[in-house]
């Protein structure tokens, strides 16, 4: 083996050492058994925290950014758990049984867009954690992202709402029109979060875990 052969092979295995103990945390069950009380906690305070702010939430972010670090599976065990404490325990009361399991499908959903959210643009070479992600190729691919989930739960929701209601497809437009003001505040609201805030806390969390 030549001298250049051997220095690459060594840079690779570095680089290797390098990376599995970068994401050793991942590997500790312990570890994401506490990542996931911790995702499901805030996502639960935030959720209540803003509960009494109509249409602004922080909660479907939250849930998106566990399974965008934690994986598929755990965002959507994250997706449940929070979900269903939020949602059972909702100072406006519970749902009806319909809407309820539909929440509870939607942000487990949620969860695992997440998971699949990341595994899609770790393979970007504009995904640059480490350095920047404020990058308009990230920001667009975020905002659709959010718009794409808050605009889908809303309008089935209010479908669902609808027909538990009053019993009729045809009651849903005039439904959802007249909570038109209300689901465009919510969507604005968690596109703007997912274009700035969901970056920054994705480029802390890789920086305090060590993640490349």
């Known amino acids: 083996m030549d001298l250049k052969s051997k220095e690459k092979s060594e840079n690779v295995i570095t680089k290797e050492k390098e990376k599995t103990s970068q994401t050793v945390w991942l590997e500790r069950t312990s570890f994401r058994v ?3 009380g911790i995702f499901t906690a805030l996502s639960v305070v935030l ?3 803003l509960v009494f702010i109509p249409n602004i939430e922080l909660f479907t972010l939250m849930i998106f950014l566990s ?3 934690l994986g598929k599976r755990d965002g959507v065990v994250v997706g449940l758990m929070s979900s269903f404490i939020f949602v059972f325990f909702n100072p406006y009361g519970v749902s009806p049984l319909p809407l309820f399991a539909y929440q509870l499908v939607h ?4 969860g695992f867009l997440g998971g699949i959210m ?3 643009l770790g393979k970007k070479k504009f995904f640059k954690p480490d350095e920047d992600l404020y990058v308009l190729p990230v920001l667009i691919i975020f905002a659709i992202t959010g718009a794409f989930i808050t605009f889908t739960y809303d309008v089935i929701s209010t479908l669902i709402g609808a027909l538990v209601i009053y019993g009729t497809l045809e009651s849903f437009w005039p439904v959802y029109i007249i909570g038109l003001p209300f689901t465009t505040i919510h969507l ?3 596109t703007l979060g997912f274009i700035f805030i969901l970056p920054m806390l994705i480029q802390l969390i890789y920086k305090m875990l060590d993640i490349s």
């Open 34 to 36: 506490a990542l996931l």
């Open 47 to 49: 959720g209540y925290v």
């Open 67 to 69: 399974g965008f670090i």
């Open 107 to 110: 942000y487990a959903l949620v």
């Open 118 to 120: 990341c595994n899609f």
């Open 188 to 190: 604005i609201g968690n």
